[in-house]
């Protein structure tokens, strides 16, 4: 197994994405969409596509930079720490880690239009509040050759931009996912007015056909292309969400030092550096999860459930901690719409619930240590 | 109800009398931020049972149930009030009138006022004709409280008001402002600050509202631009305000402590709150909410004792900060709880749970307001357990 | 209901309590006794039943004092302070509360003898590691008029020492309560090595005989009689872990305010403080439930349920928090055993166990509460 | 093994050696109190295959696997090293000696000695032959570890040792101790401190141990009068003993985060260890076991990674306090769950459960001894996150 350090490359592809995010994607330009109501842009989406990073896990003979797992990760904590707007989870991470699953022309053809920057994806999973791909009952009733599908989902995350769909449905003898595009007749989708800006949707999915070419993988065996897809999501976005809570750990311990209370810097006061110094404990314990988890996924995949799972509850924690020490440690100006910690607390919130919350993955742990 | 009632006598009466005028929309105990009565000059009732309610209970005195008659109050005692906040349990019945007169203004009004500021300033609060609020923070003061800079400089028979408020709640909607003022600026920090009562439609006075992150604007900042106060508008002694607002900073403690986590008077529980939405619990969410509960019961009771050491005499004095800091923890833990237990739904701004977001970033403000947790914990370290500054 | 503040008689019959113990049975005192191997002090429980506190829950009838339970609570938080080791749990508040349940001749004359201080009662009830009277596997077979005793019971507290046990055990159609004396022909008795240096046993029942004069109680209908005993044992254990939470308190107050480290006091450190300053909060906290177990059981006993399990569960987490905090503060000292903190450490996690431990009691809590 | 293997060859010959080495009785993983081998003049096998094993190890260096052939070491790699710990782990093998020597001089001679003192005082260790001790803490200095009072005077070709040291753990036991000593009053605090290397048999030392909560005396007050110590027997520069201290603290940190929660080389599971005694957790106990879970994963991750990082030439530095701080405060909690979960079973001494309760006792030492918990809060504060002292 590789080792738990970063790699010269790796390090290089995260000051490199820091140099260009800072420029092209600071939380600034964050706050600007949010204000006009923008959930989505589709320039930046280009400049990252001409970089590699919408083809990050798209092979190379598809045009992708296949530069892997770990890598995806890297790209994600760059993101998280200036509260990114993109479907690079939804679309170069999910999508592709599915399409990557199945070796046939047309997959190889989804995966170039995504590693160019082409084609957005979503994924329509969950249907309940709680993620739960076991509990599907939408259902996809055989028609002739294909399909029809039936039923509503909830929470699709970059559902109502995405061009195209992978859709979970109950199918004769198990679960089957759909590769459609999202403006096929009997699809409606209606965004969702999220708490941290961005996009999801509810989608409702009347009577929709599917052909048998729209099957990604096998029909009754959605998860053996699903399951490495949350996979890959979810220690993505456990990344993001360790690159979300240095952001919010940054400014905060930036705030200590300059803040000044009672005539002294209120980084003086004891009770507040243990705080701060508990809280980057945290903070380093977490990244050793998010990097053993692109570690396994790279190198080890069948047996990367355990990290991958570790990850995601630790990020959770971790950043729920560090946003609330944020905004505590802050005070009223915490609290402001104006000031930029409230977004990293409804970013947190959002990602602590999206693809399984700490709850689902600590009984993923639970489970897989024999408990 | 008269002083020689009995206790059962006093809830027969009550009971009856509240069936009889309680209007049944009225009944739904909510409490939510869209059913509060705040009155005031602009206040618009959201309907007439509203109105009905409001003027129905400050006949009776019941809007302010422990203030004298002479005050707009119904002078009940200790046994009453537990009674009365019983029987209003009892029909679910929405508080009639809730606002920062009654909270906190009156409570000062009570102690420090001249008879004459009281039967003047109180009844009008009670009836919820003057809305009043808060101006005690300044920009970059934060929990340095005393740390006031907005001035009032001595003009004979009135004070020339210049300076800047923030975290003022509601001031847009306000008719009136008590603030603390420095009246001397030689004095130490804590000895030249008076307590004073300002019109907002004074000359000079404007408000800005703040938006928070859960995205409503409860805050506002306020300017005073020499804006001239008579000098009969002032509460206690001339630069001693700082007595009177640390007294109603206990009041405002215990109010924040128990207010927001609905804890006195029965709370619904929370277990019972995350079983509308979700058919099982895991386990760490159902240990997280029996914990939560069994801080809440334990708080509520806390609250309780309290009240009834207060009526024996005992004031909170210094404790109430434990009040303030473990109320104010707790519920902040409690809307974690909801948030997680109301999962995707919870994370649209008004979605099928409600504004449950909303709720949630609104309590992350409640550890701060009031005093910040950490001044709670250092006020109790200091003054309660004697531990050196 | 009563109100939550102590009465005048309930603050005197603290301040004399405390005036007698710390003269009587000071932490010393129950040093000597641990060095000694000794579990129980004779003299000490005869004085205390001449002052009325073996008697506290007996009627005045039987010679009892007839205090009720938040007096009994009262006492219990006195002797947690200084670890005063006495039956006054298992006989005077445990023994006391089922013999009253029961209006005979005989549970009168028993009480009259707890309160005369003459005899002792330990309640064998549980047989697993955990307290759970409900899997109760002990049989009482009938046998002619009477019924025959087999199986074991283990941590039974005092039960080295009484004179008496109260003994459940499967009959036909239910639980049924023995009350019988603890060298009858069959009892084994193994006294346990335990941490707090009390008494516990370990007791095997060999085909002991019991009448039906033995029964406390109805046959097949135990808990009408020990839910009440149980309850109030609850309730003034809770009571007395509270008082040991304040014995650790003010020793870890004490020294914050003494130690010098640094060049300072380390009470000046805000960490500490702010740390120290939480503790007291949750102390306070814990206060009003056991006050309000206490007038819940005085006044309306058959709606005590919630009351005594948030007393017990609100206690067992302070006095665990109380512990760990006073054993840290005090450094290295704080872990010898010729410190008193060790003591406070020991006895903290033997309350926690018995008669329901944390879980036990929050799960009840939520039962009552609706989930 | 060659320098030219791989590392699937040396894992081969590896495995083939423990198979045909490791007696069936060491392979009982046994890392309790009673299990391990601490070596030294006095020690008493508890077994022949206790012995054996020392023996064996000792002859191929792997009693310390990293130390260089010439000071008893087998010097591995880190990729060797790793393959080391799996292979024992995976036949569950006792570690086949343990000391102070190997944890804490060891490294500092390596680092800080003179290739003399390295050939002379390290294959002994390695043997278990020699047993060390540790001299730092004095009475009444606490976590203030620089103010040291013991005092070598010097007296040319000796120092002249008088003074008191406490917290020495298994000085009763030990052959020789390395101890802070003043050796220039007149410097500043942390720069007249040497560190020397002193017999226990020596004429003036004396050593008495201390009896803990946990029931055992792993510790021991140690007296110095008149102990007469060659200029030889120091380690690094005189005056300049707290560097090679500071180094090792950091090595103490990391031994103590890791060591006693079993984290690197995959500890078993918490849940599984409950689920032997318990046939179901209840809520609150299996959302405590399942944070404790993943928790220790993620430490025992973090220890790998700083392993790794150390092997890239990045040290751990100031961050060691954050594994020492970690581990230590997780170890506590684990065994608090333990607690819980072993019932009345747990609260006996030796009872069904083992010494539970004495372990249990045991790990609240962890975070105070080698720096407490809050010493470590501040290291962090201070050197990591640069907040102003």
């Known amino acids: 197994m590789s080792k738990l350090v970063l790699t010269e490359e790796e390090t290089m592809l995260a000051d490199m994405a820091r140099g260009f995010l800072d420029g092209a994607a600071p939380v600034t330009a964050f706050r600007k969409l949010r204000d006009a109501g923008e959930t989505h842009d589709a320039k930046l989406w280009k400049e990252m596509a001409d970089m590699g990073w919408a083809g990050v896990l798209v092979p190379e003979d598809a045009g992708g930079s296949d530069m892997g797992f770990a890598a995806a990760n890297v790209l994600a904590g760059e993101m998280g720490k200036t509260l990114v707007m993109s479907p690079f989870l939804s679309t170069a991470v999910m999508a592709a880690t599915a399409l990557r699953q199945v070796s046939d022309a047309r997959a190889k053809d989804a995966l170039a239009k995504i590693a160019s920057g082409d084609v957005t994806y979503a994924l329509a999973i969950d249907e309940g509040i709680k993620h739960d791909p076991d509990a599907t009952t939408m259902e996809a009733k055989a028609d002739g050759n294909g399909f029809r599908l039936s039923g509503k989902k909830t929470f699709v995350v970059d559902g109502a931009m995405a061009d195209r769909l992978l859709v979970l449905a109950k199918t004769e003898n198990g679960l089957t996912l759909f590769d459609i595009p999202a403006d096929r007749a009997g699809i409606a989708r209606e965004k969702s007015n999220m708490i941290d800006a961005r996009d999801a949707a509810k989608i409702d999915f009347s009577n929709v056909e599917a052909t048998g070419d729209d099957v990604l993988g096998q029909v009754d065996d959605a998860m053996s292309v699903l399951k490495p897809a949350l996979q890959a999501g979810q220690a ?14 940054d400014m905060t311990v930036g705030y200590l ?17 243990h705080r701060a110094a508990h809280l980057w ?33 630790k990020a959770t924690s971790t950043a729920i901690l560090a946003v609330q020490e944020g905004v505590q440690m802050h005070g009223g100006i915490g609290m402001t719409d104006a000031f930029d910690m409230g977004f990293y607390m409804k970013r947190a919130r959002v990602g602590a619930e999206w693809l399984g919350d700490f709850s689902y993955h600590a009984e993923k742990v639970a489970a897989l240590r024999g408990f | 109800m008269s002083q020689g009632q009995t206790a059962e006598e006093f809830r027969a009466e009550l009971r009856d009398w509240l069936e009889a005028n309680c209007p049944q929309e009225m009944r739904d105990g909510g409490m939510t931020e869209d059913g509060i009565c705040w009155g005031g000059k602009n206040w618009v009732f959201t309907s007439e049972a509203q109105k009905q309610w409001l003027e129905r209970c400050a006949a009776k005195g019941y809007t302010v149930p422990t203030w004298p008659k002479d005050c707009g109050g ?32 009156g409570p000062a009004l009570l102690h420090f006022g001249t008879q004459e500021q009281k039967t ?10 003057v809305r009043w609020c808060q101006g005690y923070s300044e920009p970059g003061a934060g929990s340095d409280l005393a740390n006031v800079q907005t001035h009032g400089a001595d003009k004979g028979d009135h004070w020339l008001v210049n300076g800047q408020k923030i975290w003022t709640s509601y001031a847009d909607q306000a008719d009136q402002i008590f603030a603390l003022v420095r009246t001397d600026r030689e004095a130490k920090k804590h000895l030249g600050i008076s307590f004073l009562l300002i019109d ?8 800005r509202p703040i938006k928070m992150i859960s995205g409503i604007s409860p805050f506002c900042e306020t300017f005073f631009t020499d804006v001239k106060v008579p000098k009969a508008n002032i509460v206690g002694t001339e630069n001693r305000g700082w007595d009177v607002a640390k007294y109603l900073l206990t009041h405002e403690r215990e109010m924040i402590s128990g207010g927001g986590a609905g804890l006195s008077g029965g709370g619904r529980s929370l277990g019972a709150v995350l079983t509308d939405t979700l058919d099982t619990l ?11 509960e069994i801080d809440a019961l334990a708080i509520g009771l806390t609250l309780e004792r309290y009240k009834d050491q207060a009526e024996a005499g005992q004031g909170a004095g210094d404790a109430s900060a434990m009040l303030k800091y473990m109320g104010t923890e707790l519920n902040k833990q409690r809307h974690e709880i909801m948030m997680t237990a109301g999962g995707s739904a919870a994370l649209e701004w008004d979605g099928d749970v409600g504004n449950r977001a909303g709720d949630w970033l609104r309590t992350k403000a409640n550890s701060i307001e009031g005093g910040t947790s950490e001044v709670m914990l250092s006020i109790v370290s200091r003054r309660v357990l004697g531990l050196p500054a």
């Not at chain 1, 993505?236 to 750990?249: D, I, P, R, V």
């Open chain 1, 236 to 249: 993505a976005l456990a990344a993001e969400m360790a690159g979300l809570t240095a952001g919010a750990f």
């Open chain 1, 257 to 273: 030092k300059e803040r000044k209370q009672f005539g002294t810097e209120i980084g003086r006061f004891q009770a507040l550096q």
């Open chain 1, 281 to 313: 404990c945290e903070t380093e314990v977490t990244a050793s999860a998010i990097l053993n988890a692109g570690r396994m996924m790279d190198n080890d995949p069948e047996n990367a459930d355990l990290a991958v799972s570790l990850a995601k509850a």
């Open chain 2, 74 to 105: 119904a002078a009940l005692n200790r046994e009453q009030e537990k009674i009365f906040t019983e029987e209003m349990g009892r029909i679910n019945a929405r508080s009639p009138l809730e606002s920062f007169g009654i909270w906190m203004l």
């Open chain 2, 120 to 129: 003047h300033y109180l009844p009008p609060i009670a009836r919820g004709e």
């Open chain 2, 200 to 207: 907002m439609e004074d000359a000079g006075v404007e408000t």
């Open chain 2, 282 to 292: 895991d386990a760490t969410l159902r240990a997280d909410a029996m914990r939560c």
